[in-house]
């Protein structure tokens, strides 16, 4: 069963630092890595999706990684601001008769301080 | 265009009733996600939908729980004799189809309370 974990939980930076969330998934069987940002009574929002054969992705401040075989992703926030303040949530989708389901982290807590 | 819409925004409950949860996909994705976030938890997959397809079932956590969707279009989803352990973040995602690469569009979300 895929398990997904993400450190830190919760991050606190001053505006304008760059930082790094971290995901980490039990089976690297994967069709694709996903990165959201969720937003109070706002839902998700897809930031950038990485497909298996590729190594990372990037859109505009954000860059993320993978590194299938060791299970890996991380994303990364240049110059962050405090409008970037969100839950950060990593999910990836696997392979076989159920490829459809994302499996979540439960999430990096950002806060950035003006 | 419009996103996934879903209704109510909040719903406060007593033990023991039931609720119902509706979501609209958006136009033309035929497939159609249920997922469930506690706090303190990840999303939880509950169910999925896939044009006329049978539903895959499987994430629901118990027969108290169901779900519909109508026309390929809007979904229900219904808990019956609600417990306090229900109290969650309901989300409602589509997306065009099930392929591997397909991206899911999420709505807002229904936080359902039960007392």
């Known amino acids: 069963k895929q398990e997904v974990t993400q450190i830190p939980a919760a991050l606190s930076v001053p505006e304008g630092e760059n930082l790094v969330l971290n995901c980490s998934f039990t089976d690297s069987a994967i069709y694709n890595l996903q990165w959201f940002r969720q937003d109070p009574g706002k839902g998700l929002t897809s930031l950038l999706l990485i497909q298996s054969s590729q190594r990372e992705q990037t859109s505009g401040r954000l860059n993320a990684s993978l590194d299938k075989s060791s299970g890996r992703s991380t994303l990364y926030i240049a110059a962050s601001q405090p409008g970037d303040s969100a839950t950060y949530l990593c999910?990836?989708?696997?392979?076989?008769?159920?490829?459809?389901?994302?499996?979540f982290g439960k999430g990096t807590l950002l806060t950035v301080n003006p | 265009g419009a996103g996934v819409s879903q209704s109510p925004s909040n719903k406060v409950t007593e033990k023991g009733k039931d609720v119902e949860l509706r979501c609209d996909p958006i136009s033309g994705h035929t497939a159609l996600y249920w997922y469930r976030q506690s706090l303190g938890q990840g999303l939880e997959f509950l169910i999925y939908f896939q044009g006329n397809s049978a539903p895959d079932k499987s994430g629901l956590p118990s027969d108290r729980f169901s779900a519909e969707r109508t026309g390929g279009s809007v979904s229900t989803l219904t808990i019956q004799r609600t417990q306090q352990e229900d109290s969650a973040v309901y989300l409602c995602?589509?997306?065009?189809?099930?392929?591997?690469?397909?991206?899911?569009?999420f709505g807002p979300g229904t936080r359902l309370t039960v007392l």
């Open positions: 995602a589509s997306s065009f189809a099930d392929l591997g690469t397909d991206t899911q569009y």
């Open positions: 999910a990836v989708k696997g392979y076989g008769g159920s490829n459809y389901k994302l499996t």
